[in-house]
């Protein structure tokens, strides 16, 4: 089929204008401007546009005899889409690249009954979430199969980082002493939108300076996690390839050596370290033998069954520009959702401390990974923060984050609801009759305090908490963990075994949106379960409107603990309400986005259920919902449902 003369016409100014829009004959003279001087005429100061079509003819990016310079023909558009990712991102011609392609995957054995989807349909997906030297990307998300169909390209920038080599394009003995790995993290979404982690593997990327034209594939076994870190979950096939190309690859066997040598280094630091450990261990117990009880933790499993020491799962983090303030950052984590690990048969807790890209991905875990984020946070903005390590009420494990003011005010922050607490000790020697402050925290027991620098166990006669003195020099009452030990193995890049933090990524959510589609189908929801009880439904879009001030009130309060703007909307209300009749208003809170869920959620409570099934003359129905966003797509979700009617005597 062909396009009628000036059809064609048109169609080839618009995409002359879209390319000149983008500037992808700049973009492809940037990217190989270096690389073409090397190569045709180094003394050649400028380059002529047959140059370049040669040189991107000799790389493979064109293939095309005839080439139209002012409009690529369909064939070269097309192979340039190999290269998409580059036209996404700002090619920096004087940095190195490692291009890393997913090429699909297969063996998951887990979803092979599952059938093909239809088009159209929701259904369960697979996401691969990827950190490298402070950058992330995200794949797009592809249907849960036996061979899921990953096809997606990621443009790593590879550079040092110390001071003067900023801009110094790296070379391949540069690059063989970045000993970072790639960072892959794999999410399951479920057609509710509901995350499960399955899998977390460091990727060992400098194989491919070893490589024949810097070019190699890779197939990755991806393990389980948890309690199924021992088996395989599926295998995905990789392609690496340094961009623009090495000059000089180094041999293999040089590449295996550093490797090894460094595995062995961290090998040894970390055997020195446990041999610490247990001796300061055995001393901790030589000063109470009770002491064996508190639940002073050293190491803690990864999500990969791994032993770290728990020093090295807090470091301090900045959110840039995503979060102003230590309450604002302990509102996030706190609307991060609560998952505790899952754990397959009865018994205790199946212990698992997420890596953090991996908690940051699945946007959920256990308290511990909600304390980590939250005290790495806190450093961050510059406080003296710790994890705390301890029990509350009936004697549950739990973490929770303290800081400690210049003035000695000890604060407690809950990590789970983003409360905070003042801790004021009572005077266990004090006469009976004297008035002791009642503690209002949730908090029974402490074992030990942590940080990325400092860990010191609990060695008062009493562990309980509200006797607790957090004077934490005074080492007869917290013994301290030689500092050099702990920097040993949890100071960045102490060791390779290590994963670097990764930085927090901007919501992605559009908030208005949300809140507009969820609160649609709560009125869908309303109309349909009231239809149901015969009951017919009138919706008062105004007074919809007046419920949004409150909202924004109550996530105002839960940021700040600071009360504001309540007496104008009560003004409002009153207002709308005429006289003889009666408004009765419910808000409710929620960290996800199912409107439903939170529906079935909402008639639970017979103050809602009262709401949404109101009779009587009159009756007018309301209902807002305010998404507020946060970093890594995180929200708190507030919904509203009100009534107004004639009262009858």
Request: hydrophobic share 35%.
């Amino acid at each position: 089929m062909s396009l009628p003369p000036e059809k064609a016409s048109e169609l080839k100014q618009l995409i002359h204008q879209q390319l000149s829009k983008m500037d992808v004959h700049g973009r492809i003279r940037e990217i190989l401007a270096e690389t073409i001087r090397e190569e045709l005429a180094p003394d050649q100061q400028h380059l002529s546009t047959e140059d370049l079509i040669k040189a991107l003819r000799r790389r493979g990016i064109i293939d095309d005899d005839s080439v139209d310079q002012e409009l690529p023909s369909p064939k070269q558009t097309v192979a340039f889409d190999k290269q998409s990712t580059l036209k996404k991102t700002n090619i920096d011609p004087t940095r190195r690249y490692l291009y890393l392609q997913v090429l699909g995957g297969k063996a998951f054995l887990e979803h092979l009954q599952e059938p093909e989807p239809l088009p159209g349909q929701v259904c369960s997906t697979f996401t691969l979430c990827l950190h490298y030297r402070n950058q992330r990307f995200r794949s797009k998300p592809v249907p849960c199969a036996c061979e899921p169909d990953f096809h997606d390209g990621f443009l790593l920038e590879v550079h040092r980082e110390s001071l003067g080599d900023g801009t110094r394009m790296a070379d391949s003995t540069t690059m063989l002493s970045i000993s970072d790995p790639i960072h892959m993290v794999l999410i399951k979404t479920d057609i509710f939108g509901e995350t499960t982690l399955v899998a977390s593997y460091f990727l060992e990327w400098r194989s491919v300076l070893g490589s024949e034209n810097g070019v190699t594939s890779l197939t990755v076994e991806l393990m389980g996690v948890g309690t199924e870190s021992k088996v395989s979950v599926g295998i995905l096939n990789i392609k690496l390839e340094m961009y623009p190309p090495l000059n000089q690859t180094l041999s293999q066997e040089v590449v295996n050596t550093q490797l090894a040598l460094e595995r062995q280094k961290t090998a040894e630091k970390e055997r020195l370290f446990l041999v610490y450990a247990k001796q300061w261990w055995r001393e901790y117990l030589q000063i109470r033998p009770s002491h064996n009880s508190r639940l002073v933790k050293i190491f803690a499993q990864d999500e990969n069954g791994i032993n770290r020491p728990v020093c090295s799962y807090v470091k301090p983090l900045r959110a840039g520009r995503l979060l102003d303030t230590p309450r604002q950052a302990a509102r996030f984590v706190n609307v991060l959702g609560y998952e505790r690990a899952p754990v397959i048969g009865g018994g205790g807790k199946q212990e698992q401390w997420c890596t953090l890209l991996a908690f940051l991905c699945r946007n959920k875990g256990d308290c511990e990974d909600h304390a980590n984020l939250l005290c790495s946070l806190l450093l961050g903005y510059g406080l003296e923060a710790f994890v705390c390590v301890g029990t509350k009420a009936k004697g549950a494990p739990h973490a929770w984050v303290m800081t400690c003011g210049t003035d000695g005010t000890i604060t407690f922050w809950e990590s789970l609801t983003g409360h905070r607490y003042i801790h004021k000790p009572t005077n266990p020697d004090g006469p009976p009759l004297a008035e002791q402050p009642k503690p209002l925290y949730p908090y029974r027991t402490i074992g030990c305090v942590f940080n990325h620098q400092m860990f010191l166990g609990n060695c008062q006669p009493s562990d309980a908490v509200e006797t607790c003195i957090f004077d934490l020099n005074d080492e007869s009452k917290w013994k301290p963990m030689s500092e050099e030990a702990i920097k040993s193995v949890c100071a960045p890049g102490a060791t390779t075994s290590l994963p670097p933090f990764p930085p927090l990524c901007a919501s992605s959510i559009d908030a208005s949106a949300t809140s507009n589609e969820i609160e649609m189908q709560l009125r869908l929801l309303v109309s349909e379960h009231r239809k149901d009880l015969g009951l017919t439904t009138v919706w008062e879009d105004q007074l919809s409107y007046l419920l949004s001030p409150a909202l924004a009130s109550y996530e105002f309060e839960r940021t700040t603990s600071i009360s504001a703007g309540n007496e104008e909307f009560q003004d409002a209300i009153r207002r709308a309400v005429p006289d003889g009749h009666t408004f009765k208003g419910f808000p409710i809170h929620f960290v996800y986005r199912n409107a439903r869920r939170a529906f079935a959620t909402c008639l639970r409570s017979p103050f809602c259920e009262e709401i949404i099934c109101c009779r009587g003359d009159q009756v007018r129905l309301a209902v807002r919902v305010r998404v507020f966003t946060y970093p890594e797509s995180a929200c708190a979700v507030w919904i509203m449902f009100a009534c107004k009617y004639r009262s009858v005597l």
